[in-house]
């Protein structure tokens, strides 16, 4: 079975820091990855994906993240974080584009202006 | 972009009540999907569609039931709500190889 890791669940950064939120997810096959932000009140949007490929991955905002088999990880950063990305992110992982999505539990970012 | 719209926005039900959550999408999406989300957790699948007239079980169905009448609706229902089925509940959709796309989610008080 298919399963995600996000062991922060809460973490707070200073305007303009670099972020970076972990994941860590188990599946026996190669893994379709998702980042998903959640602003307050919002459903979720997708950030990111990774399935294949080179394993940085350029989202929207800014974000990026790296995948890595080795350590069963795909990670999220970001260069410098604004105020305006306080909100929660969920890390992901799925069988295949289409099928079910598993979640971690997410990581609340606060961002200090 | 996918829109997906989902009725209603909030809803305050009875413990043991039928409680019936609507999801609207207009982007010819096959696939759908119904979550829920507790208070410091992820969200977890509980039905899904992948054709219309068709449903299937997710990580968590009990207690709940999924009705697809048409490509572009997917209900869930709750024949008799629980205190335990206060959450919110999202629902998405997707194409048949794409990202999925989530509505604004539907808070659900039970008392």
């Known amino acids: 079975a298919q399963s995600v890791t996000q062991p922060d669940a809460r973490v707070t950064v200073s305007e303009g820091a670099s972020l970076q939120l972990r994941c860590k997810y188990s599946y026996s096959a190669t893994p379709y990855l998702f980042w998903y932000v959640q602003y307050p009140r919002q459903g979720l949007q997708m950030l990111l994906k990774y399935y294949s490929g080179d394993p940085v991955v350029q989202g929207v905002n800014g974000f990026e993240a790296e995948f890595s088999k080795s350590d069963s990880s795909f990670h999220l950063r970001k260069a410098s974080v604004h105020w305006s990305d306080s909100a929660v992110y969920f890390c992901?992982?799925?069988?295949?584009?289409?099928?079910?999505?598993?979640f971690g539990t997410g990581t609340s970012l606060l961002v200090d202006p | 972009e996918a829109a997906v719209t989902q009725s209603p926005r909030s809803k305050v039900a009875v413990t043991g009540g039928k409680v019936t959550l609507s999801c609207h999408q207009t982007?010819?999406?096959?696939?759908m999907y119904w979550y829920r989300q507790d208070t410091g957790h992820g969200l977890r699948l509980i039905h899904y569609?992948?054709?219309?007239?068709?449903?299937e079980k997710g990580d968590i169905p009990d207690g709940y039931k999924a009705s697809r009448p048409s490509q572009e609706n997917f209900s869930l229902i709750l024949e008799l709500a629980s205190l335990s089925q206060t959450a919110v509940y999202f629902c998405?959709?997707?194409?048949?190889?794409?990202?999925?796309?989530f509505g604004p989610g539907t808070r659900l008080l039970v008392l």
């Open positions: 992901a992982v799925s069988a295949g584009m289409g099928y079910k999505l598993t």
């Open positions: 569609s992948y054709v219309a007239d068709s449903t």
């Open positions: 982007n010819n999406h096959d696939y």
């Open positions: 998405a959709s997707s194409a048949r190889v794409d990202t999925q796309y």
